[in-house]
């Protein structure tokens, strides 16, 4: 009887650590099928729907934004903070925690034939200005690391910078990337102030490095 209840109770403790292996995943998907693009975020990151950033990007007066917007084709954010949203995600103000923002759009006609690795790094901030052609407006900022980037639905540059604005330094990971028949463009932004980035820079690393690109078949 000892031995048979020894036996339950080993058994017992290995389907114990079975199930304790088998927890919950630490990631999961972003994605767009329609779109043939994904990447991965933390499992209990909050997100922030299209629909929420539409709605915040009709309402926008900049010259052109209504046209864009309608040819979005896929958009969301992720951020460990709850309290990020819309607004947060379409403004260059630097924020304290980590901020992830997906976008795929067409492009328009002049767009694609005008599209090049520069016009590519230039999406968010004038990174090659500031290089070529450095003013005294130009903020003080530092190239990280900048390398091409191909797939198999599209090919691009992954940037990751950083500058000062308003006397707080951010850091942007981008990786753009254009499709290879030239009419859509996909965009990752990972970032935050560059204090928060360097604190969470392997999962904001992990996150840019997932980011792939198949194309619609």
């Given at each position: 009887?000892?031995?048979?209840?020894?036996?339950?109770?080993?058994?017992?403790?290995?389907?114990?650590?079975?199930?304790?292996?088998?927890?919950?995943?630490?990631?999961?998907?972003?994605?767009?099928?329609?779109?043939?693009?994904?990447?991965?975020?933390?499992?209990?990151?909050?997100?922030?729907?299209?629909?929420?950033?539409?709605?915040?990007?009709?309402?926008?007066?900049?010259?052109?934004?209504?046209?864009?917007?309608?040819?979005?084709?896929?958009?969301?954010?992720?951020?460990?903070?709850?309290?990020?949203?819309?607004?947060?995600?379409?403004?260059?103000?630097?924020?304290?925690?980590?901020?992830?923002?997906?976008?795929?759009?067409?492009?328009?006609?002049?767009?694609?034939?005008?599209?090049?690795?520069?016009?590519?790094?230039?999406?968010?901030?004038?990174?090659?200005?500031?290089?070529?052609?450095?003013?005294?407006?130009?903020?003080?900022?530092?190239?990280?690391?900048?390398?091409?980037?191909?797939?198999?639905?599209?090919?691009?540059?992954?940037?990751?910078?950083?500058?000062t604005h308003k006397g707080v330094s951010q850091t942007i990971?981008?990786?753009?990337?254009?499709?290879?028949?030239?009419?859509?463009?996909?965009?990752?932004?990972?970032?935050?102030?560059?204090?928060?980035?360097?604190?969470?820079s392997k999962v904001l690393e992990k996150i840019s490095a997932?980011?792939?690109?198949?194309?619609?078949?």
């Amino acid at each position: 009887m000892k031995k048979a209840t020894l036996r339950t109770g080993l058994l017992l403790g290995i389907f114990s650590l079975i199930l304790t292996g088998c927890g919950q995943p630490s990631q999961k998907y972003a994605t767009s099928k329609s779109e043939g693009a994904y990447f991965t975020v933390p499992v209990a990151w909050h997100k922030v729907s299209m629909k929420e950033l539409n709605d915040v990007e009709a309402k926008s007066t900049v010259s052109g934004a209504a046209e864009k917007l309608i040819l979005v084709k896929w958009q969301e954010a992720y951020s460990p903070n709850p309290k990020i949203g819309p607004l947060e995600v379409f403004s260059i103000r630097p924020t304290t925690q980590p901020l992830v923002f997906v976008r795929v759009r067409w492009l328009f006609p002049d767009e694609f034939n005008a599209m090049s690795y520069d016009t590519l790094r230039n999406i968010v901030e004038p990174v090659t200005e500031w290089v070529n052609n450095p003013t005294e407006s130009t903020p003080k900022y530092n190239i990280i690391d900048d390398y091409e980037v191909v797939q198999k639905g599209g090919r691009g540059v992954r940037t990751i910078f950083s500058f000062t604005h308003k006397g707080v330094s951010q850091t942007i990971d981008q990786t753009s990337l254009m499709s290879m028949d030239g009419q859509k463009i996909y965009l990752l932004v990972a970032r935050c102030t560059t204090k928060c980035y360097q604190k969470h820079s392997k999962v904001l690393e992990k996150i840019s490095a997932s980011f792939t690109v198949r194309g619609v078949k």
